[in-house]
């Protein structure tokens, strides 16, 4: 069993930056990738970023050069630095954990980008 715990959502203007954090416990081990998705109002749940044990990162084309993932192995933590944000950004993004068949998402963290 693992648990996510998503912290730093809140509001920020348009060319801002912000960073989420998601905080792992349980049964958490390095052959899980951990990522961030997002979730707009009235938009389906999309892929943002991903990284692997080993420090492998995926980031999705429609943040690529403003978002950056990052983790803490000794926190069993993990980053999203988001700079030069934009008003399509606003979302619900959630934190999650996936290994094989086992799948965990965190409740979410709202986070707004307006003027």
């Known amino acids: 069993q693992v648990q996510l715990v998503e912290s730093g959502g809140g509001s920020e203007q348009p060319g801002g930056s912000l960073r989420l954090s998601c905080a792992a416990s349980g049964d958490i081990h390095n052959g899980y990738i951990m990522g961030w998705y997002r979730q707009a109002p009235g938009s389906k749940r999309e892929f943002i970023a991903s990284?692997?044990?080993?420090?492998?990162?995926s980031l999705a084309r429609c943040v690529e050069g403003r978002f950056t993932i990052s983790k803490d192995n000794a926190k069993e933590t993990i980053y999203l630095q988001q700079n030069r944000l934009k008003p399509e950004d606003t979302a619900i993004y959630l934190c999650?954990?996936?290994?094989?068949?086992?799948?965990?998402w965190g409740q979410g963290t709202q986070f707004t980008v307006a003027s």
């Open positions: 990284i692997t044990g080993d420090g492998v990162v």
């Open positions: 999650t954990a996936t290994y094989t068949f086992y799948s965990f």
